[in-house]
T-cell receptor
Framework: GQQVMQIPQYQHVQEGEDFTTYCNSS?????IQWYKQRPGGHPVFLIQ???SGEVKKQKRLTFQFGEAKKNSSLHITATQTTDVGTYFC???????????WGAGTKLIIKP | GAGVSQSPSNKVTEKGKDVELRCDPI?????LYWYRQSLGQGLEFLIY????????KSGLPSDRFSAERTGGSVSTLTIQRTQQEDSAVYLC????FGGGSGNTIYFGEGSWLTVV
């Protein structure tokens, strides 16, 4: 079936280091969305990518959508404690109402 | 309403009892989703409503789970004869349109269910 694989499951970083999470789909996506879930909270929408090769930036966050529209990444530069949480990707396959979710990558800041 | 509203926010129930979880989506949103998230895990799709109908119930874990939506608005997720493995947070979400249009999904705060 349609799947979105997301890696890594966890990433421990020192504050100020960079963080990256990757998503790969088994089939072409019509679009991909990214969400952030703080500990104890619910997922909150960050951004949507639609075009092949699209790159979008939000301050220290950079989102990319692959040329084949099968993969995507989120990169955070110089992490801060406010970045802590789990980052999920979720993709729509063509003609499919359902978002296929990655398993999430948990960003942990080392004390 | 201003956002997706869920109730109760927390529910502790005894094994074998039935529970009802309620979701009030954003006004005007036609699509409504139920997800389940166990502690530290990803999102598990349960059911999707477009209007009052549910084209896909395949995510419901067993026949103890059912959901309905009335008036194209409020939805209720019912779990009968609860089991300890049902303990999780149940998240409701809504979008303006369904059908893979890529609308932003807005989540409620979730209903945290603990079965003891």
């Amino acid at each position: 079936g349609q799947q979105v694989m997301q890696i890594p499951q966890y990433q421990h970083v020192q504050e100020g280091e960079d963080f990256t999470t990757y998503c790969n789909s088994s089939t072409t996506l019509s679009n991909i969305q990214w969400y952030k879930q703080r500990p104890g909270g619910h997922p909150v929408f960050l951004i949507q990518l639609v075009k092949s090769g699209e790159v979008k930036k939000q301050k220290r966050l950079t989102f990319q959508f692959g040329e084949a529209k099968k993969n995507s990444s989120l990169h955070i530069t110089a992490t801060q404690t406010t970045d802590v949480g789990t980052y999920f990707c979720a993709g729509h396959h063509r003609s499919n109402y359902q978002l296929i979710w990655g398993a999430g990558t948990k960003l942990i800041i080392k004390p | 309403g201003a956002g997706v509203s869920q109730s109760p926010s927390n529910k502790v129930t005894e094994k074998g009892k039935d529970v009802e979880l309620r979701c009030d989506p954003i006004s005007g949103h036609t699509a409504l989703y139920w997800y389940r998230q166990s502690l530290g895990q990803g999102l598990e799709f349960l059911i999707y409503f477009q209007g009052n109908s549910a084209p896909d119930k395949s995510g419901l874990p067993s026949d103890r789970f059912s959901a309905e939506r009335t008036g194209g608005s409020v939805s209720t997720l019912t779990i009968q004869r609860t089991q300890q493995e049902d303990s999780a947070v149940y998240l409701c979400a809504s979008t303006l349109f369904g059908g893979g249009s890529g609308n932003t999904i807005y989540f409620g705060e979730g209903s945290w269910l603990t079965v003891v």
